[in-house]
Each structure stands twice: as C-alpha cells, then as structure tokens.
C-alpha cells in the first residue's frame, strides 16, 4: 500500500512525524507521497525525501485559497530547480466553499491554469483538490490539459466523474470512507485501474476526533475489498500499481 496525500511537512505535524513514518513502515505500507501547501513547508518536504530515501516522496504546491504571487512564483523557482526529486505538483485546485468572491475566483482559476500547464511541461503528476469547483476543473483541465491527475478526495457527481475519468484522472479515496456514503458511491464508479488510497493525514480521519494518519490507508482498502467484493490482497497489489506507475516511483 502507498499513501498518495498526506501533509507530512505541515508545521503542526513534522514534530512528530518520525512516529508516524515509523508505524506506517510497521503497518506494511511501501511508500507515502507528501503533499505541500506553502513555501515555508518546503525545506521540510525536500527534508524528508532524503532522510526516507524510497519510502516518502513529495510533490509541491500551494494553498488553494492563497493569492500571494510571489510566493507561487518562489515555489514554482523550487519546482524547477528539484524536479529530479520530487514526484508530483499539489496538492493545488480550487475551492469554492471557501473563495467565494467572483473577482478571486476567476484570479484562483488563472493561478490553478498556472499548476497546469507547469505539470505539463514538467510530466509531473497534478494533484487536485476541488471543492464545489468541479465544472470549473474539468473545463480548466480540458483545454489546457492533456495532464496526468489525481482528483484528491473527490465530492462531486457522477457526470464530473465520468468526465475526469476520460480526461484520464485518478481518484484517491480518503479514510472517511469507512463513514461516508458519499465516498462509497464515489469508489464504486471508478475502474480498480483509476482508484488510490490516501490518508491526507491529519485531515479526513476515519472518526471525526481522530486526526488521520499514513497507517489509516489500510482501513480504505479493508473498506473497498469489502465495498468492491475483491480480495484485500489482490486490490492492495492493484491500487499499489496504480501509484507506483501514475508517479514513477521506480
Ligand atoms: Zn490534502
């Protein structure tokens, strides 16, 4: 198993992140992808690829809510200059729940453009957050696409599904599985060759007061081999393919 999205660089948790590294080695998992939201998480992310050499990779982004161009620009300078090192660009998007003027909506859309076309010209993996933004997403992701993606905790409806799935999206499928309906629905409507686990420790844990962890992605897959009636072994390889091959891990 290999946790795509977790926020192991964040501020709050990279104080204790050896112990969290440390029970996911013990849980069996091969890998976990870090995702960033800011320059200053940065140092951090390039940190823990050299200290987990082969077990935590990272991709860099920038907050879906944030407008400092300067800082996008910074990161974008980080991303050129340690493409070699890292496996992918996020996690970025756009949410609308939480941008809600039209004038820093259509500047969110210009800045998401900006990931895209860098994914693109690097062959990075983009990965994808959007909240009641997914029309807005596919239509972003269609004309300056062709790109590789993973929709991260996907809300939206079946037809945003099946567009993104043409589109050639991936979908990571969260620990609040085991308590959302919506998430089952959402699994049963993706191809086991589209489908990853993601943790994003410490957001989307599998009881509200629990904040997520790496080792969690063995509840999702428990939940899809029950969900999906597959065998948990057979998917774990499946689902564990998928991510090696999406962000060249080997
Ligand atoms: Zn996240």
Same mark, same amino acid.
């Given at each position: 198993?290999?946790?795509?999205?977790?926020?192991?660089?964040?501020?709050?948790?990279?104080?204790?992140?050896?112990?969290?590294?440390?029970?996911?080695?013990?849980?069996?998992?091969?890998?976990?992808?870090?995702?960033?939201?800011?320059?200053?998480?940065?140092?951090?992310?390039?940190?823990?690829?050299?200290?987990?050499?082969?077990?935590?990779?990272?991709?860099?982004?920038?907050?879906y809510?944030?407008?400092?161009?300067?800082?996008?620009?910074?990161?974008?300078?980080?991303?050129?200059?340690?493409?070699?090192?890292?496996?992918?660009?996020g996690e970025v998007g756009l949410d609308?729940?939480?941008?809600?003027?039209?004038?820093?909506?259509?500047?969110?859309?210009?800045?998401f453009?900006?990931?895209?076309?860098?994914?693109?010209?690097?062959?990075?993996?983009?990965?994808i957050h959007s909240r009641?933004a997914?029309?807005?997403v596919?239509?972003?992701? &269609? #004309?300056?696409?062709?790109?590789?993606? !993973?929709?991260?905790?996907? /809300?939206?409806?079946?037809?945003?599904?099946? @567009?993104? =799935?043409?589109?050639?999206?991936?979908?990571?499928?969260?620990?609040?599985?085991?308590?959302?309906?919506?998430?089952?629905?959402?699994?049963?409507?993706?191809?086991?060759?589209?489908?990853?686990?993601?943790?994003?420790?410490?957001?989307?844990?599998?009881?509200?007061?629990?904040? &997520? #962890?790496?080792?969690?992605?063995?509840? !999702?897959?428990?939940?899809? /081999?029950?969900?999906?009636?597959?065998?948990? @072994?057979? =998917?774990?390889?499946?689902?564990?393919?998928?991510?090696?091959?999406?962000?060249?891990?080997?």
């Amino acid at each position: 198993m290999i946790d795509t999205h977790a926020h192991l660089s964040r501020l709050d948790i990279y104080g204790h992140v050896d112990e969290l590294i440390g029970e996911a080695r013990s849980e069996g998992l091969l890998g976990i992808i870090n995702v960033t939201m800011s320059l200053e998480e940065t140092a951090n992310a390039l940190n823990l690829v050299n200290r987990y050499r082969g077990f935590v990779y990272t991709a860099l982004g920038y907050d879906y809510c944030g407008f400092d161009v300067r800082e996008i620009r910074e990161i974008m300078r980080v991303i050129n200059e340690n493409k070699e090192l890292i496996v992918g660009i996020g996690e970025v998007g756009l949410d609308y729940s939480r941008v809600r003027d039209p004038m820093l909506r259509e500047i969110s859309r210009h800045i998401f453009t900006k990931w895209i076309l860098l994914a693109r010209d690097l062959d990075l993996p983009l990965i994808i957050h959007s909240r009641n933004a997914e029309d807005d997403v596919i239509e972003l992701l &269609s #004309r300056y696409g062709p790109v590789r993606c !993973v929709m991260h905790a996907f /809300s939206g409806n079946k037809r945003q599904v099946m @567009r993104l =799935l043409e589109l050639g999206c991936y979908f990571s499928i969260p620990p609040t599985i085991t308590r959302s309906r919506q998430k089952r629905d959402l699994a049963t409507m993706i191809p086991l060759n589209r489908l990853l686990l993601e943790s994003d420790t410490p957001e989307l844990g599998p009881s509200p007061s629990e904040p &997520s #962890r790496p080792a969690h992605i063995k509840l !999702v897959l428990v939940e899809l /081999s029950r969900i999906l009636n597959r065998d948990f @072994r057979d =998917l774990g390889s499946m689902v564990t393919e998928n991510a090696l091959s999406l962000f060249q891990l080997r």
